[in-house]
Each structure stands twice: as structure tokens, then as C-alpha cells.
T-cell receptor, first 113, second 115 residues
Framework: QQQVKQSPQSLIVQKGGISIINCAYE??????FPWYQQFPGKGPALLIA?????SEKKEGRFTISFNKSAKQFSLHIMDSQPGDSATYFC????????????FGGGTRVLVKP | EAGVTQSPTHLIKTRGQQATLRCSPI?????VYWYQQALGLGLQFLLW???????NRGNFPPRFSGRQFPNYSSELNVNALELEDSALYLC??????????????FGPGTRLLVL
């Protein structure tokens, strides 16, 4: 059972454009929603995270929007740069389950110069 | 501050052999998580250790096992290797449930190839 669905699988954006990645979850017990960035041959690195009591969180060019009623959250990358080309994973966890992460399938982002 | 370290970076084994992967968490972190990243299957939770105890495991057969040492480092063992065990194995650490800190920091992974 895939509890976190991520879309699109891949996306191409021009330099300076906005990248938008969407995730939907099923388990309403999830209480922590991080986004990770992964470059080829590297481990995932935490980008930004949000809790369900907040509807939006911004850190630099990265913004998470969270819609609790729709059970959806999204990552917006503003002013996309070639260095942002990577695979992005959304995830969800719940403290009651020891915070093990359930990941979305990943989105490969390519930023063209 | 040193990050999560894993060894070896690459491991080549043949079917039926055993593989041992190692992980050192960030200093002060007591929780260690193991994930498998196989082609086409995404990132899947394998095991969680906290304070030396196995706290949870994912949907993997018993031939995937591990342990956590008193210094909080951890070892993942995979017995009777199968071709489909070929994957990147990632270790992550966090402060632990006691500290109510959810953030997990990942290591660079061990690439296991089973021939």
C-alpha cells in the first residue's frame, strides 16, 4: 500500500522558473512532512519540513504548502537554478511509529540553463 | 559536526553470501534507521534502532537483520543474498523519540551489488 503518492515523476523547468511537486497522503496520523533532495550517488539531504498545524513554510527559494483537509502538500522551488537539478522526495512520518519515514516515489527535476 | 558515515561505500557479493553494512550516527543521536533504495522501488523503511533496541521493522524477510552497539553505531546484515537485494542501503540518524526530534539525517549509503 503506497501511503504517499508523489507527482510528477519528472519535470523540466527553465532556469528562473518555478518547479512544483505535489504529494498526497492517506494516513491522517502522519504528523511530520519533510522534503529531501538527492543528487546521484549521494544520500538524501533534508531540504525543508512542515507539521500539519502550519499551512505554509518558506526557507529561501523553497516553500512547502500544506492542505490538511485535502491531505496534500507541495514543494515550490522558486527561481530554479541548474544546481537544483536533482531528485526530490516527499515523506511523512508519525511519532507514534517511531518517526519511520514513508516516502513518495520521487520526482526527477531538470533545470535547463 | 561530522555527518552520518557508512561503510563500505560499495560492496560486491554473490548470491547466497552474507553482507554486513555499517553506520555511524551523528554524535549525540541515539536513533538509527535503515532504508533500502532499489531501482524502481523508491526508498523503503527497513529497520529502526533506538537506545540499543530494535524498535520497528519494515516489510522485509528475517534474513535482513541488524543491531545497534552501545556507542549507537549500527550494523545491517543481509543473509542468503538474492539478486534483488542489489540496492543502495541508506542509514539515517536522529536524536531519538525521547527527544521528540523527528528530523533524520542520511548518510551517503552503501551500494550493494549481488551477482
Amino acid at each position: 500500500q503506497q501511503q504517499v503518492k508523489q507527482s510528477p515523476q519528472s519535470l523540466i523547468v527553465q532556469k528562473g522558473g518555478i518547479s512544483i511537486i505535489n504529494c498526497a497522503y492517506e494516513n491522517t496520523a502522519f504528523d511530520y512532512f519533510p522534503w529531501y533532495q538527492q543528487f546521484p550517488g549521494k544520500g538524501p539531504a533534508l531540504l525543508i519540513a512542515i507539521r500539519p498545524d502550519v499551512s505554509e513554510k518558506k526557507e529561501g527559494r523553497f516553500t512547502i504548502s500544506f492542505n490538511k483537509s485535502a491531505k496534500q502538500f507541495s514543494l515550490h522551488i522558486m527561481d530554479s537554478q541548474p544546481g537544483d537539478s536533482a531528485t526530490y522526495f516527499c515523506a511523512a512520518s508519525k511519532r507514534a511509529a517511531g518517526n519511520k519515514l514513508t516516502f513518495g516515489g520521487g520526482t526527477r527535476v531538470l533545470v535547463k540553463p | 559536526e561530522a555527518g552520518v558515515t557508512q561503510s563500505p561505500t560499495h560492496l560486491i557479493k554473490t548470491r547466497g553470501q552474507q553482507a554486513t553494512l555499517r553506520c555511524s550516527p551523528i554524535s549525540g543521536h541515539t536513533s538509527v534507521y535503515w532504508y533500502q533504495q532499489a531501482l524502481g522501488l523508491g526508498l523503503q523503511f527497513l529497520l529502526w534502532y533506538d537506545e540499543g533496541e530494535e524498535r520497528n521493522r519494515g516489510n522485509f524477510p528475517p534474513r535482513f537483520s541488524g543491531r545497534q552497539f552501545p556507542n549507537y553505531s549500527s550494523e545491517l546484515n543481509v543473509n542468503a543474498l538474492e539478486l534483488e537485494d542489489s540496492a543502495l542501503y541508506l542509514c539515517a540518524s536522529s536524536w531519538g523519540v525521547r527527544e521528540s526530534q523527528e528530523t533524520q539525517y542520511f548518510g551517503p549509503g552503501t551500494r550493494l551489488l549481488v551477482l
